[in-house]
């Protein structure tokens, strides 16, 4: 195995402790440019208190992702990444996304009545997941409106705060902030996975939520770009995207955010989750759109 994806396989073999001090981690950026991966975390908190198989469980992952975007500071993006897996709480959900059904009392707080939003509740994609992209049950105990109270103090607002600090601040340096909110999914959506099961992806989706989160201009530019390097590109199908670029996007105040979805198949086999010989294309690839959009007026 070439040494560079050895030691990234050797990294992803145990999940780490979580560290109850930090669970977010940030680097500074001196450009307009901002990535964040929210799903990418691999320290399993001590009080999950998961009752599945921790391989499953372990492939809701957006496996390597943090790697494949390590280039961030060499170029001058921030980056803010959290270090909890997505499935003991997901910040690409709204507060309100709560599965009530995962509980032992009532939920103190607002709980969401859009219907938009309570498809992936449904399918047990909460705030905090109820099962796997493949429909197994990740618990086998109700969960305390406590403890997910403290996931949400520990987690959700933490990052996101982080988030919002790093965009206000390439904001200000530079009067616009590019942001791209970086994930990964299967060749094939899974039968919880989305509301599309069986869809075979193509090898990048790129979401605006229909336009509202990003200009067009820059939305076309990012899909042009990776077309060019000869990937097959969806722009809002099947994922628009979700929280993240919706709460931090405000293109009337030229700050623009696109949810880019990367597909597994590109970079690791998703039967055992070690990456392949194609990651460091990929890498390369991922490299070459941040340099672009260095450069790139959004507006």
């Not at 030691?7 to 450009?31: E, H, K, N, W, Y």
């Not at 997901?90 to 103190?108: K, M, S, Y």
């Not at 229909?210 to 200009?215: E, K, R, V, W």
Request: proline share 7%; net charge negative.
């Amino acid at each position: 195995m070439n040494p560079v994806l050895q030691v990234i396989a050797q990294r992803f073999a145990a999940p780490a402790p979580a560290d109850d001090v930090s669970m977010i981690r940030t680097l500074a950026g001196s450009s307009a440019l901002v990535f964040d991966s929210p799903h990418s975390g691999t320290s399993y908190p001590a009080d999950f208190g998961f009752g599945c198989d921790l391989p499953q469980l372990r492939r809701a992952e957006d496996t390597h992702v943090d790697r494949l975007f390590e280039f961030a500071p060499a170029v001058g993006a921030a980056w803010v990444e959290a270090l909890f897996p997505r499935s003991y709480l997901d910040v690409n959900r709204g507060l309100p996304e709560i599965d009530e059904t995962l509980l032992d009392a009532p939920w103190p707080g607002t709980v969401e009545t859009d219907d938009r939003a309570l498809a992936k509740v449904r399918l047990g994609k909460g705030l905090v997941w109820r099962c796997t992209d493949d429909g197994l049950p990740i618990y086998r105990r109700k969960l305390s409106v406590q403890e997910v109270q403290a996931r949400i103090e520990r987690c959700w607002r933490p990052y996101h705060a982080a988030l919002a600090e790093a965009i206000t601040e390439a904001a200000l340096r530079h009067g616009r902030c590019l942001h791209i909110n970086c994930h990964s999914m299967p060749s094939v959506a899974l039968s919880h996975a989305t509301e599309y099961p069986g869809l075979v992806h193509a090898d990048f989706v790129v979401g605006d939520r229909d336009g509202s989160t990003a200009s067009p201009h820059l939305s076309r530019r990012v899909c042009e770009h990776l077309r060019g390097l000869g990937y097959s590109v969806e722009h809002n199908h099947p994922y628009k995207g979700v929280e993240i670029i919706r709460r931090h996007s405000d293109p009337a105040r030229h700050r623009h955010s696109l949810q880019l979805e990367i597909n597994r198949r590109l970079y690791m086999d998703e039967r055992t989750l070690a990456p392949h010989t194609g990651f460091g294309q990929l890498q390369a690839d991922l490299r070459s759109l941040a340099e672009m959009l260095l450069h790139e007026e959004p507006d």
